[in-house]
């Protein structure tokens, strides 16, 4: 058997090249963008928040500068404008930008939206999502990895991710036999988080009632869902892989898959885009 690669995984999905084109292209952009220093919260400040289930981002306590993130989701957007190698997204991001020109407080108010204000309207909300989430998942990486070492993952068990606040996208299931563990993937920040291993994180209900849709051929990935609420999750049993397998976008299939069968995505997804997921349907036709 191949090693799993990027490159072996885009062979075997010829339908996901697009998306893997957009996003090696935009993290290419991001990285050139400067974003400012990034502090790291005093988590004896944040500790009485997180113990009452207030994410990180959402907590005024951590003291985040989370406009650095708005300022630099603006600056992608005009860079992608100018130049992208795909027309359409090119377009998207010219008309995307004009309109945040003309908004004075747009780095402020594209963060709220974000984290969930819907008081501010886009034209382009999946464009902007996927934009806003790239830069930020970057700019917050140094948070992420100093909050992941504070946590106590036996004091949060909810949910919904401790970064940010999102419904999960994915799940991971690791080690073995008893010791079996499932940590919940957000879809936005790249948060990975413990939580009961066969309850619904959707409805908390029966946990008899988790089911398994399994894949052949799809390197560990396979779809749990609930029969209760049909939520379902993506999900990884293994582990050495998570770069590719749990970025969301490398099992898009698999949404559509889920979708087919009546489940229910309850996580936006970042890569809701016309241009990308054309080739993914166009094999079903
Ligand atoms: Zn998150
Ligand atoms: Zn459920």
């Not at 008081?119 to 930020?136: D, I, K, N």
Request: glycine residues 6%; aromatic residues 8%.
């Amino acid at each position: 058997m191949k090693p799993l690669t990027r490159e072996n995984w885009l062979e075997a999905h010829t339908y996901l090249q697009p998306v893997a084109k957009l996003c090696a292209e935009v993290e290419r952009k991001a990285a050139d963008i400067e974003i400012g220093s990034r502090e790291i919260p005093s988590w004896e400040d944040y500790s009485g928040d997180f113990q009452e289930g207030i994410p990180l981002l959402q907590s005024s306590c951590a003291r985040i500068d989370l406009e650095a993130i708005g300022r630099a989701a603006v600056s992608l957007v005009h860079k992608l404008a100018s130049e992208s190698s795909s027309k359409r997204i090119a377009a998207e991001a010219s008309a995307l930008d004009a309109g945040l020109r003309r908004e004075p407080d747009a780095p402020r108010r594209i963060v709220a939206w974000l984290l969930g204000d819907d008081s501010f309207h886009t034209p382009s909300p999946g464009l902007l999502r996927y934009l806003g989430w790239t830069v930020a998942a970057r700019y917050l990486l140094p948070v992420r990895t100093a909050f992941d070492r504070w946590r106590d993952e036996d004091r949060w068990m909810r949910n919904y991710c401790p970064t940010c606040g999102s419904a999960p996208a994915m799940a991971q299931l690791v080690g073995m036999d008893q010791g079996r563990k499932r940590l919940l993937a957000c879809g936005r920040c790249g948060t990975r988080w413990l939580f009961k291993r066969t309850e619904c994180p959707f409805c908390a209900n029966d946990p008899q009632r988790l089911a398994v849709l399994s894949v052949e051929g799809e390197a560990g990935l396979r779809i749990d869902y609930c029969e209760s609420c049909k939520g379902y999750l993506k999900t990884y049993a293994g582990e050495g892989n998570e770069s590719l397998l749990l970025s969301d976008w490398s099992s898009l299939h698999l949404d559509l898959l889920a979708h087919d069968r009546g489940l229910k995505r309850v996580a936006a997804s970042l890569y809701e885009l016309e241009p990308l997921l054309a080739p993914l349907e166009a094999p079903r036709r």
